[in-house]
């Protein structure tokens, strides 16, 4: 199926074909047609499906057609966890809504309110934002909402993990009532559930990938390393394999900072992105690393949410996410719309329940490996899958098995080894 069978209008058809899409994804596929005819859409999708452009094409698309926008007004609500995501949404919404006269923008918190008032000023036809400064914008009566037709939610799950739920309430009941709502979210928890259920009215659902599946295209495998040599194990990886553009998460600001001095010190281009950074500095470090200026770009999960990188080849947990279902946003960012990926996770012993969670979540044991020169000392007890997650993660007691991990050469990726199940932690 073309997008030209979709039923875009030529102005679109000609952006779509300018950003080298020629077909559409299978997300794109299903929602497309339910976004055009107005429905409620919920879906299950994570980023690297093209979600995107799944909701932005046929908005637009619907858009064109309808009424002028009044002054400070707005027609279509964009709401994302993150200013990166917001930043990024708002480019698709410019890239794809090229050859129409739509105007867009975006808001977000941590930088001056003035020029985005300004830009409000006119109206705008797609407005991207992030919930809180999107409130203050209210507040301050710089943006009105009773012009709204669509709503969308973007990475809904990660909204309520970073406490945003309150702000969504608030938002939701000052859009006029009879709307649009599409609902875009990695994961679908009870919380997410709930909020839908008041929310959506007989909506079309959507599920591209299995829940809580990793992307199919990549290949998952784990380090086993003593936690102290993890820096070592990853500056010897990145020279030695001649990887390019690694994106490596951690779990701590202070962590980040301190593997990127190491890295640094060992002649590897990198740079960091995490909470503490500002806006500018983000915006450079990805510019950098997307350019290829920096090899290694180390993020937290926070600031690294909604980066979109095309083929990003590598995806390296320096430390395992404390929540697993991180763990599949963190790969998430490699594999993307159908191209191949690694994502290595670098574990130590006390990482076991941790790594138990993730493979619960995600349904499959990790293989195992151990490269050379960096054989633990503590070895990573052997996992099964568990029927729950663990509520907390606790350190391994002695007695627990040790693990069984082949020897393997850590500069080739060989077959592996898939560690029994069935044995006990
Ligand atoms: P998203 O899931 O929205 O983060 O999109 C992931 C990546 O896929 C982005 O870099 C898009 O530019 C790209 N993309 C979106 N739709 C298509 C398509 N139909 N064909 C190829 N690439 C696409």
Do not use: C
């Not at 300004?118 to 797609?126: C, F, I, P, T, W």
């Not at 959507?206 to 290949?219: D, F, M, T």
């Amino acid at each position: 199926m073309s997008f030209a069978s979709l039923g875009f209008s030529e102005a679109l058809l000609r952006a779509i074909a300018e950003s080298g899409y020629t077909t559409p994804t299978p997300i794109q596929l299903k929602a497309i047609p339910a976004v055009l005819s107005g429905k409620d859409v919920m879906a299950a999708a994570q980023t690297g499906t093209g979600k995107t452009a799944s909701f932005v094409l046929p908005l637009l698309q619907r858009l064109a057609g309808g009424p002028k926008v009044q002054a400070n007004h707005i027609r279509v609500l964009v709401l994302t966890p993150t200013r990166e995501l917001a930043v990024q949404v708002e480019q698709s919404v410019a890239t794809y809504g090229k050859h129409l006269s739509l105007k867009s923008s975006v808001v977000y918190g941590g930088v001056k309110i003035n020029p985005q008032m300004m830009k409000l000023r006119g109206g705008v036809d797609v407005l991207v934002a992030t919930p809180g400064r999107l409130l203050d914008l209210f507040n301050q009566n710089a943006v009105k909402f009773a012009q709204v037709e669509t709503l969308v939610l973007d990475e809904a799950d990660r909204m309520l993990d970073l406490g945003f739920i309150n702000d969504i309430r608030k938002i939701l009941a000052l859009l006029p009532p009879r709307r649009q709502n599409l609902l875009f979210s990695a994961t679908f928890s009870s919380d997410i559930r709930k909020l839908t259920a008041g929310l959506l009215k007989n909506p079309v659902q959507i599920e591209v990938s299995p829940r809580n599946s990793a992307p199919r295209s990549v290949k998952q495998w784990v380090y086993e390393v003593d936690k102290g040599k993890k820096p070592a194990l990853l500056s010897h990886m990145v020279r030695n394999q001649g990887w390019e553009q690694v994106l490596v998460f951690v779990r701590t600001k202070n962590g980040a900072d301190s593997l990127a001095r190491k890295l640094g010190g060992d002649g590897i281009l990198t740079a960091v992105i995490h909470g503490d950074k500002s806006q500018s500095e983000r915006s450079r470090a990805l510019a950098d690393f997307k350019e290829g200026k920096v090899r290694v770009l180390v993020a937290t999960d926070i600031a690294a949410r909604g980066i979109d990188i095309i083929e990003l080849p590598h995806v390296i947990n320096f430390d395992l996410p404390k929540v697993a279902e991180d763990y599949v946003h963190r790969i998430g960012r490699t594999g993307r719309a159908g191209s191949k990926g690694e994502a290595i996770s670098l574990v130590s012993a006390d990482e076991v329940l941790l790594l138990s969670a993730i493979e619960t979540l995600i349904g499959q044991l990790l293989v195992r490996e151990v490269a050379t020169g960096f054989i633990p000392t503590h070895h990573v007890p052997l996992t099964r899958q568990l029927q729950a997650r663990p509520k907390k993660p606790k350190k391994p007691k002695p007695e627990q098995a040790r693990g069984e991990v082949r020897k393997t050469d850590g500069e080739q990726k060989s077959g592996g080894h898939k560690p029994r199940r069935g044995r006990k932690t």
